[in-house]
């Protein structure tokens, strides 16, 4: 099984004791907060903690669109119904902005807009005056677009106020008993598209039934990457041993052929997060 802890870090209890109190004390001061929950592990420690502190106080939204897999959806239901909270389901639009189907590397700008805007108009119905999301400090290193569309609707990061890192949220998820602490990294299906290939629903239905496919193998930590007649499959380099096997291979083939692939491709490389950005030129 991939280590999907960075097992480098050593926490340092009173340190983390210290921050999340800081992010308890933020939430209790905003009083009634929606949490744009999509049950990752940063996003699900943050509904969690909202819960704690706000109770019924605090609603988890999640975006209902074909960029979600069902997979995503399915865990963020389970969880908040582990952890009693509210969550609720809103239906995005972004496929109808071409800004976003043509899919340059602002794509993410564009479906943070539309969901925040959706939350924006939820907001204002039932009076709530923050929402938040669980962008992390170690975010902030990354070409995340939709930071902006955050800065644009004011959506506020309790987690990078309180000075939260990725590892610290899972050692804390840890020992809150939280399921997702070790959950693997994950990322809209529109992330597996090349930039300036267009996105479409049908494209990313593809993906997804791929991704599937590959899970029930039993890996944990991978990636189906999207380059038209050829799809790059990557896996995480303590499982990629793994995959590389003559049999693994001829899964992969069974699996991706009759998906309308001519070419399947295992990337040396193994899994990293926003591989597709390393094409970008820095800005």
Not at 31 to 57: C, F, K, N, P
Not at 58 to 72: L, W
Not at 178 to 184: F, G, H, I
Not at 253 to 265: A, M, N, Q, S
């Amino acid at each position: 099984m991939a280590s999907l802890v960075n097992l480098n870090f050593q926490p340092d209890a009173a340190l983390l004791a210290d921050k999340e109190r800081k992010l308890f004390e933020q939430l209790a001061a905003m009083r009634r907060v929606i949490v744009a929950y999509s049950g990752g592990t940063d996003s699900a420690y943050l509904a969690w903690a909202a819960r704690r502190v706000l109770a019924d106080d605090a609603v988890a939204i999640t975006a209902d669109s074909a960029s979600i897999p069902e997979s995503h959806k399915r865990d963020a239901e389970a969880f908040a119904r582990e952890c009693g909270i509210r969550h609720e389901y809103i239906e995005t639009h972004e496929f109808d902005n071409p800004d976003y189907v043509k899919n340059d590397p602002d794509r993410c700008f564009h479906c943070k807009d539309e969901l925040f805007t959706c939350l924006d108009a939820i907001a204002r119905e039932r009076g709530v005056e923050h929402i938040i999301y669980g962008v992390n400090v170690d975010d902030l290193g990354d070409y995340r677009p939709g930071q902006g569309a955050a800065k644009l609707h004011q959506v506020k990061a309790p987690l990078v106020d309180a000075g939260l890192t990725k590892a610290e949220i899972r050692e804390l998820s840890r020992v809150a008993g939280l399921s997702t602490w070790d959950r693997p990294a994950s990322a809209c299906l529109s992330s597996r598209i090349p930039y300036g290939t267009p996105v479409t629903p049908e494209t990313l239905k593809t993906v997804e039934r791929g991704e599937e496919a590959i899970r029930a193998l039993g890996f944990r930590q991978f990636r189906v990457r999207f380059h038209g007649e050829l799809v790059r499959i990557e896996v995480a380099r303590d499982e990629l041993a793994r995959a590389l096997t003559p049999e693994m291979a001829q899964a992969f083939v069974e699996i991706f052929k009759p998906l309308g692939f001519h070419y399947v491709t295992i990337d040396l490389e193994g899994y990293r997060q926003g591989s597709l950005n390393s094409v970008l030129t820095p800005r």
